[in-house]
């Protein structure tokens, strides 16, 4: 048997099939935009399309659907509207127009919002969004390697966004433009806010550049940010330094957040994304989890969470799951 998952991400849209000996691979944002790549014939070079039982697949915010649905019965990609999402870098588009006109039986992935039949209803009263389709993903992936009914999962990256689980179901999630900085994206302050009054910026602009990068003061391509950043802090930038300390305080803040709501011990805390994976040339994950004081167990996923989880939902929707951590499947 043979699943494929997709994580359309910020950098790039990475995949992962799964089968005897799993198989990675990532075509980056600039690949992408420039329109010089296929990810069906990339896909085709590593697997009999044919052979595919069945893909899962993420797009952008996910927000126009609340369950695990046939990409052939979606409309709109799934999404209400690219406007306020970040930075539109371009491709994935295009990748998700392949996908859906290549025969390849095919799901696409929700995001989770104030529809997602599983958040508290807190949640749900507080914020509109919470996070893009591939935080399913990468939560399934931490379900399943950690065994973890109860947890908080905090994927590190462009930007940063925190989810609870609790009796296995996600009951909640703080997305990037309210919660932790990652190195892009952040929440808004009050300068920013006055910024959008007077109309310097855009609420996106805004966002796009609150991260780790503000306190750097690097304005630069989302694709190159985390490497340039650390280029800065090997060579001693104290900026770069303090950028990401300060994003580790936020962090903290996030998931101690969490812990102090969450209705149930929790049994851990993974860490995951290009930066909560990291150990080196900065080691985000041991100072993450030392601000934790043992807290509670840390454990971390690899980078490829995303498109693995999704392969893993894939495979299990395919073996006749109705539910994916609280979130419905619609069948063919």
Not at 232 to 251: C, H, N, P, S
Request: with cysteine; charged share 20%; aromatic share 6%.
């Amino acid at each position: 048997m043979v699943f494929v998952g997709m994580d359309h991400g910020t950098t790039g849209v990475s995949f992962t099939i799964l089968t005897d000996k799993p198989v990675h691979f990532k075509i980056g944002r600039e690949e992408l935009s420039k329109g010089n790549v296929s990810a069906i014939e990339m896909l085709n070079k590593r697997v009999d399309l044919k052979s595919i039982d069945l893909m899962a697949i993420t797009y952008a915010m996910g927000d126009g659907i609340n369950a695990i649905t046939p990409i052939e019965i979606i409309k709109d990609r799934g999404i209400l509207s690219m406007e306020g999402a970040g930075k539109v870098t371009g491709g994935g588009t295009a990748v998700y127009d392949e996908i859906e006109k290549s025969g390849i039986p095919t799901v696409l992935i929700p995001g989770i919002h104030k529809n997602t039949e599983s958040l508290d209803p807190r949640f749900k009263a507080a914020y509109s969004h919470h996070a893009s389709s591939e935080k399913i993903s990468i939560c399934y992936n931490a379900f399943l390697e950690t065994g973890f009914k109860n947890m908080i999962v905090s994927d590190i990256s462009s930007n940063t966004v925190s989810i609870l689980l609790e009796d296995g179901k996600i009951r909640g999630a703080m997305d990037a433009c309210i919660g932790a900085m990652g190195i892009v994206h952040g929440p808004l302050d009050l300068q920013m806010i006055r910024d959008i009054d007077e109309g310097l910026k855009t609420a996106n602009e805004c966002f796009s550049g609150a991260g780790a990068v503000k306190i750097a003061d690097l304005n630069t391509k989302v694709t190159i940010a985390k490497d340039e950043l650390l280029k800065l802090y090997v060579e001693g930038d104290k900026r770069a330094e303090l950028a990401f300390q300060t994003m580790i305080m936020t962090i903290l803040m996030e998931i101690y957040g969490l812990v102090g709501i969450s209705d149930s011990k929790l049994e851990g805390i993974v860490l995951t994304g290009s930066i909560g994976s990291m150990k080196s040339p900065y080691d985000f994950f041991n100072k993450i989890k030392l601000g934790l004081k043992g807290l509670i167990p840390v454990q971390k996923l690899s980078a490829t969470s995303g498109s693995v989880g999704s392969a893993q939902i894939a495979e299990a929707v395919f073996k006749g799951s109705n539910d994916i951590l609280g979130i419905k499947v619609v069948k063919f």
